[in-house]
């Protein structure tokens, strides 16, 4: 897709971060809340200081496709529409087997194109598409540009969807919510010691899911089996427990590892994907498997009824009602259609 609308990035100020002793910066965008010192950058490569102010240095610079809402993944949001994707560069999670680490773990953005808010939108409009998604790396660290974007679009009539690590401070988010539509978070596994091997820790990835979900926000999560990382049965069970107390129409895609960047494991055994779907089917209404093809319909939960059918090329024929309820029984199956 050709993007280039500008010659040059515009960087932008950051926000969410204070002044402390001699020139440093502490940023309050993401639990790490880095000290940067003048000239250093944060951990998540996407902010630096320049002489005792924080600035987004990922601001405008972006990569954008056009994909099926499906592969996001969302499967009960808008079923069967093409969604326009943008992403940058950086992130806050250090994932070995990192699926986008060209852009995650890029530190200049190298071969991205540049383009404001106003570009996204006149993109966005010219492709008669009425969504888009901030997706490829993590968007909380692209937090002003995707602020500024979404609000644009809000105004627009157009929706944003953020897929998203979820690791990001409260009050950020409670911003950033206010212009979101629907959000695919990932649960990368559900202990503090499977966190930390990521750079990262639980609890904030919990606390968003629940407030995103607590505001009414469209939540689906997505759960990547990756052995050597999140193998512990139990902890799956664990965050499947912790995701039906949310609520069990929470719909889980459970995804297939295959081998990238530095993890070379083999793929995820069939056997313990199939453990897992089981498992999460008993428990939770919508469970989707991921990275396997093959039919991947939803059900009414009530009734049995199939709601909408999806090929493994994204053929999707949708069979709900205009409020996304099942046809036959009439429960709503919280499918945003
Ligand atoms: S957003 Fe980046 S700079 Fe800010 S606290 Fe998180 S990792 Fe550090």
Same mark, same amino acid.
């Given at each position: 897709m050709n993007i280039a609308r500008r010659e040059e990035c515009h960087s932008a100020e950051a926000l969410f971060w204070e002044k402390i002793a001699k020139g440093d910066v502490r940023c309050r965008l993401c639990p790490h809340l880095c000290n940067i010192s003048p000239g250093k950058y944060g951990i998540c490569g996407a902010r630096k200081n320049s002489e005792g102010e924080l600035f987004s240095i990922n601001y405008g610079k972006i990569r954008a496709a056009i994909d099926p809402v499906e592969k996001k993944p969302l499967f009960h949001w808008r079923p069967g529409s093409m969604i326009f994707s943008i992403g940058t560069f950086g992130c806050n999670l250090f994932c070995p087997f990192c699926q986008n680490a060209h852009l995650s773990r890029s530190r200049n953005g190298s071969g991205?194109?540049?383009?404001?808010?106003?570009?996204?939108?006149?993109?966005?409009?010219?492709s008669g598409i009425n969504s888009v998604a901030f997706t490829y790396n993590e968007p909380s660290i692209w937090f002003e540009f995707v602020l500024e974007t979404s609000r644009l679009l809000r105004s627009n009539a157009i929706a944003t969807v953020l897929v998203t690590n979820g690791y990001i401070c409260p009050d950020p988010l409670e911003i950033l919510l206010q212009t979101t539509d629907a959000m695919n978070v990932d649960i990368k596994g559900f202990s503090d010691e499977t966190y930390s091997r990521l750079g990262g820790s639980l609890e904030p990835v919990l606390?968003?899911?629940?407030?995103?979900?607590?505001?009414?926000?469209?939540v689906e999560v997505t759960h990547l089996v990756v052995p050597g990382i999140n193998d512990s049965f139990e902890e799956f069970r664990s965050m499947i427990g912790w995701l039906k107390d949310v609520s069990p129409a929470i719909p889980?895609?459970?995804?297939?590892?295959?081998?990238?960047?530095?993890?070379?494991?083999?793929?995820?055994?069939?056997?313990?994907?199939?453990?897992? *779907? &089981?498992?999460?089917?008993? @428990?939770?209404?919508?469970?989707? $498997?991921?990275?396997?093809?093959?039919?991947?319909?939803?059900?009414?939960?009530?009734?049995?009824?199939?709601?909408?059918?999806?090929?493994?090329?994204?053929? *999707? &024929?949708?069979?709900?009602? @205009?409020?996304?309820?099942?046809? $036959?029984?009439?429960?709503?199956?919280?499918?945003?259609?």
């Open positions: 991205l194109e540049c383009a404001d808010p106003d570009d996204v939108l006149g993109m966005v409009i010219e606390n968003t899911i629940y407030y995103a979900w607590s505001k009414k926000i469209h889980l895609h459970i995804s297939r590892y295959f081998p990238a960047y530095e993890w070379d494991r083999p793929p995820t055994a069939m056997k313990e994907l199939q453990l897992r *779907i &089981d498992l999460a089917s008993r @428990h939770l209404d919508f469970v989707y $498997s991921g990275n396997i093809g093959g039919a991947n319909n939803t059900f009414c939960p009530k009734c049995g009824t199939i709601a909408v059918s999806r090929g493994p090329f994204y053929e *999707i &024929d949708v069979f709900a009602g @205009h409020e996304g309820e099942c046809l $036959s029984c009439k429960t709503p199956l919280g499918i945003v259609m």
